[in-house]
């Protein structure tokens, strides 16, 4: 792509400059100075990353594929080439390459590239803390799991990589996967996966009998909550200057990331 063709393809996917920097990787100011056209010679891997990060998918048919759908070409030299979105099992998820990070979904192999933020990773880890900490002084025996394999629906169509998972059911915990639903879910949004996290996931979580979810907006600093084992689990908003409760079969904790908005904005500007 040229630069008139990467502005193109920004446009056509409504992506800001701010999406462009989390999506590719590449630092916001760098991204504001090539899509200016004031940086006239940019480095050959941040103009790849931009390129990775605007290339568009497409069928066989020709239609753009679902945000982050994998098109059948990609890994068909280590799938079974007859098959197609929809069929893909346990089996054809665990053949991908080693450096592929995927997920599963009713038969549909999506791709979770590129890697995420540090502000993401940095989000994670600050609630991975609190969850751990609650539940070390309350002496319960749930598991705080990151980036793992969930064979949520205990079929063979469907292996999620949830950004945290806490596990009460210690015999959901295999040496590959955690198989069955996690006690809570917690997905950090990113503008490659929001979509399918706010929608496709949300609607598997709630079948497959996860009892909390939990939705992140670094940048907006708020978190929505579902509550999936109350009748109405009306969604609720949370600001990170909030004490967000956070509760399951096996008691309450309450969450204050008061000091990670302090960070982020300090170091972020967020």
């Known amino acids: 792509m040229n630069l008139d063709e990467l502005r193109r393809r920004k446009k056509e996917l409504g992506y800001t400059n701010d999406d462009l920097a989390e999506i590719s990787g590449v630092p916001l100011g760098t991204v504001q100075r090539i899509m200016s056209g004031e940086t006239k010679n940019p480095r050959r891997d941040t103009w790849e990353a931009l390129e990775r990060a605007l290339s568009v998918r497409y069928f066989d048919d020709g239609k753009p594929a679902p945000s982050g759908m994998i098109k059948e070409e990609a890994f068909e030299h280590s799938v079974k080439k007859e098959k197609k979105q929809g069929e893909y099992t346990v089996d054809d998820y665990y053949a991908l390459p080693d450096d592929m990070k995927a997920e599963l979904i009713d038969g549909v192999i999506y791709d979770m590239s590129p890697s995420p933020t540090t502000f993401h990773q940095y989000m994670i880890s600050e609630i991975v803390a609190r969850i751990s900490s609650c539940i070390a002084a309350k002496e319960e025996d749930c ?41 809570i879910v917690i997905e950090v949004l990113s503008p490659s996966t929001r979509k399918r996290d706010m929608t496709l996931k949300l609607k598997k979580y ?41 509760k399951a079969d096996k008691g309450e904790c309450e969450i204050d990331l008061k000091k990670t908005s302090e960070v982020l904005n300090t170091v972020y500007g967020i």
């Open 143 to 183: 598991m705080v799991m990151v980036d793992i394999d969930v064979q949520l629906d205990k079929d063979e169509k469907t292996m999620i990589r949830p950004d945290i998972a806490v596990v009460c059911d210690i015999q959901k915990i295999r040496e590959q996967c955690v198989y069955g639903a996690p006690e």
């Open 206 to 246: 709630l079948e497959a009998g996860v009892k909390v979810y939990w939705m992140v907006d670094v940048k907006k600093k708020q978190i929505v909550t579902y509550q999936f084992d109350e009748e109405d689990f009306i969604p609720r908003i949370y600001s990170f200057d909030e004490i967000i409760p956070l």
